[in-house]
C-alpha cells in the first residue's frame, strides 16, 4: 500500500482531468504560440489564452492580459521583487517569507536596495500596524505571502491592504498556499501582484504565474530577455503543456472549492482533536479559525525528536516543515522568528491534507502518530533511567 499523503503543501498530484486537458498539447497543440500563421501555432495560442482566463477568473483578476505564465512561483516571486525593485527603493517583508523572497530581498541589497523585515506575533502573523509604522516615502513594494507554507498563518492581507493603498504602494502576495486551498480576489482584497504555482493546486510542476495588475506592468522590468512573448516581460517559448495544465487545474478548483475547503478544514480539525489526548503536544501557528489555512496543520510532540518518530511511520507521507529546507538541519527561519525553541522544533512535523485525504486516512494517520510517539517517548525515558547520570 502506498503510504497516506499528508504532505500537499510540498506538492500535490496531478489531477486526471488535469493531465487528460494536456495530452492534446503535446499532440494537436503541439506548436509554437508564437507561430500564428498556421493552424497548428494557432491552437496552441488559443489553449494559452483559454488557460490564461482559467487562471485569472480563479483569482478575480480584471482582464486576463494581467496574468503572466512563469515556471512557477518561485520565478514569479522573483521578478516581482527584482521588476519593480530600483537602486534607492525600500523593500518590506516578513521574517517567515518564504526562501525565494527573502533570498531575493537580501541579493537586493547589494544593489542599493534597503529592506525592512518585519517580526511575526507569536502565531505567525504580521500585525498591519507594523507594516504601516514601516512605510517610508522610498517604499516602492510590500511582499508578503498569504499563507504560510509550514504553518498555515494566514496574513490579514483585507486589513494590511487598505493601508499600503492609501500610500501608493504596490502590495505583493506570495499565493502559492493560498491559490485552489481558499478564496483569493485580488480586486477586492487589494492585491497588485500575485504569484502561484502549478503544483501546488493539483497542476504539474514547473509552471506558475504572476498577476500584475496593469497600472503596475508597465513598471516592471524584465528579467528574461531576447524574445517578444508575455507582451515583453518574460521572453522564451511559452510551455504550452504545462500552461494548459495549469489552466485546467484553474479551472477544477473553481468549480470545486466551495465543497473542498469546508471538507479539508473538517478533516485538519478532525486530526488535531485525535492527536491532542497524547499530551504534551503543541500546535505552532493561529488557534483562530479566521486566520488558519484549510489544510496545514503543523504539531511539535514534545519529548518525541522528529528524527526518532519518522522511520516509524513509514506509511505516512509527512515533512518537518518546508520541502525547500527540508534537508536542513538548522531551525526552521519560520519556527525561529515565532520564538519557537530549537529543542520544540527539533519535534515538529507538518501535515498537510489535500482535496482527496478521507476520514479514514486520517484516523489510521492518528493510531500510526500515537504509536510511534509513545514510542519514542517511552524509549528516551527507558534511556534516561539506564544513563549513568540517573543512577
Not at 244 to 260: E, I, K, Y
Amino acid at each position: 500500500m502506498p503510504p497516506v499523503y499528508l504532505d500537499h503543501a510540498a506538492t500535490t498530484q496531478v489531477d486526471e482531468s488535469v493531465l487528460a486537458a494536456m495530452l492534446p498539447a503535446f499532440r494537436e497543440a503541439f506548436g509554437n504560440p508564437a507561430s500564428r500563421g498556421h493552424a497548428i501555432g494557432r491552437r496552441a495560442s488559443k489553449a494559452v489564452d483559454d488557460a490564461r482566463f482559467a487562471v485569472a477568473t480563479l483569482i478575480g483578476a480584471r482582464s486576463m492580459r494581467d496574468i503572466l505564465f512563469t515556471s512557477g512561483a518561485t520565478e514569479a516571486n522573483n521578478l516581482a521583487l527584482s521588476g519593480l525593485l530600483r537602486p534607492g527603493a525600500h523593500l518590506i517583508t516578513a521574517r517567515t517569507e518564504h526562501k525565494s523572497v527573502l533570498d531575493t530581498a537580501l541579493h537586493l541589497t547589494q544593489h542599493g536596495v534597503t529592506v525592512t523585515v518585519l517580526d511575526v506575533q507569536p502565531d505567525g502573523r504580521v500585525d498591519p500596524a507594523a507594516v504601516a509604522a514601516a512605510l517610508r516615502p522610498e517604499t516602492a513594494l510590500v511582499s508578503l505571502m498569504l499563507v504560510n507554507n509550514e504553518t498555515g498563518a494566514r496574513h490579514p492581507i483585507e486589513a494590511i491592504s487598505p493601508i499600503v493603498q492609501q500610500a501608493g504602494v504596490p502590495l505583493h502576495v506570495d499565493g502559492t498556499q493560498a491559490v485552489g486551498q481558499l478564496p483569493v480576489e485580488v480586486q477586492t482584497m487589494g492585491i497588485d501582484l500575485l504569484s502561484l504555482s502549478g503544483h501546488k493546486l493539483y497542476g504539474p510542476m514547473g509552471v506558475g504565474a504572476l498577476y500584475i495588475r496593469r497600472e503596475v506592468r508597465r513598471h516592471l522590468v524584465p528579467m528574461l530577455r531576447g524574445g517578444a512573448q508575455e507582451g515583453g516581460t518574460r521572453a522564451g517559448t511559452l510551455n504550452v503543456p504545462g500552461i494548459v495544465g495549469l489552466g485546467a487545474a484553474c479551472q477544477l478548483a473553481t468549480d470545486v472549492l466551495p465543497a473542498t475547503e469546508p471538507q479539508i478544514r473538517h478533516l485538519r480539525q478532525r486530526l488535531w482533536a485525535g492527536l491532542k489526548p497524547l499530551g504534551r503536544v503543541h500546535r505552532q501557528g493561529p488557534t483562530d479559525e479566521a486566520a488558519l489555512a484549510p489544510g496545514i496543520l503543523n504539531v511539535a510532540f514534545e519529548g518525541a525528536d522528529r528524527s526518532a518518530v519518522l522511520p516509524r511511520i513509514p506509511e505516512l507521507a509527512v515533512s518537518g516543515g518546508s520541502a525547500c529546507t527540508e534537508g536542513s538541519l538548522a531551525i526552521s527561519h519560520v519556527l525561529d522568528a515565532m520564538g519557537v525553541s530549537a529543542e520544540r522544533a527539533k519535534t515538529v512535523i507538518r501535515f498537510s491534507l489535500g482535496r482527496h485525504t478521507t476520514a479514514e486516512a486520517i484516523d489510521f494517520t492518528i493510531d500510526r502518530m500515537t504509536a510511534a510517539v509513545q514510542a519514542v517517548r517511552q524509549s528516551d525515558s527507558r534511556h534516561r533511567d539506564a544513563s549513568p547520570r540517573s543512577r
